[in-house]
Nanobody
Framework: QVQLVESGGGSVQAGGSLTLSCATSRVILSSTMGWFRQAPGKQRELVATITAGTPPNYADSVKGRFTISRDSRDSYKNTMFLRMNNLKPEDTAVYYC?????????????WGQGTQVTVSS
C-alpha cells in the first residue's frame, strides 16, 4: 500500500508564502499527483495537479499565485511540491496530497493525511 507523507503547513499572514511537500513511500510510474483543499463547511476542491509530460493544471482561484512541481530524480519515491505565494485568508484550509495511477477502469487513488494552512488578515 502506497503511503503519502505531507509537510510544510502552518500559519502565515496575508501576502505571505508557504511551500507544501508530499512524498510517496515508493516510486509510482505514470502517475498524476495533485493538491486538494477543504475549508470548514465546504467540499474538498482541486488546487492543482501535475502529470509528467503535460502542463500543470490549476484552479482559477490560485493561478498566478501557486506553483506545483514534482521531483522524479529519486529512484525510491515521488516528491511533489506546492509553492504558495501571496496567500489570502480564503486559502485557509486543510490541504491534501493525492496520487492517482492506472487506467480509467482500474485506477488507484491515495490520499495524504492533510496539512493545515491558516492565513490571517
Amino acid at each position: 500500500q502506497v503511503q503519502l507523507v505531507e509537510s510544510g503547513g502552518g500559519s502565515v499572514q496575508a501576502g505571505g508564502s508557504l511551500t507544501l511537500s508530499c512524498a510517496t513511500s515508493r516510486v509510482i510510474l505514470s502517475s498524476t499527483m495533485g493538491w486538494f483543499r477543504q475549508a470548514p463547511g465546504k467540499q474538498r476542491e482541486l488546487v492543482a495537479t501535475i502529470t509528467a509530460g503535460t502542463p500543470p493544471n490549476y484552479a482559477d482561484s490560485v493561478k498566478g499565485r501557486f506553483t506545483i512541481s514534482r521531483d522524479s530524480r529519486d529512484s525510491y519515491k515521488n516528491t511533489m511540491f506546492l509553492r504558495m505565494n501571496n496567500l489570502k485568508p480564503e486559502d485557509t484550509a486543510v490541504y491534501y496530497c493525492n496520487v492517482k495511477w492506472g487506467t480509467s477502469s482500474t485506477s488507484t487513488s491515495v490520499w495524504g493525511q492533510g496539512t493545515q494552512v491558516t492565513v490571517s488578515s
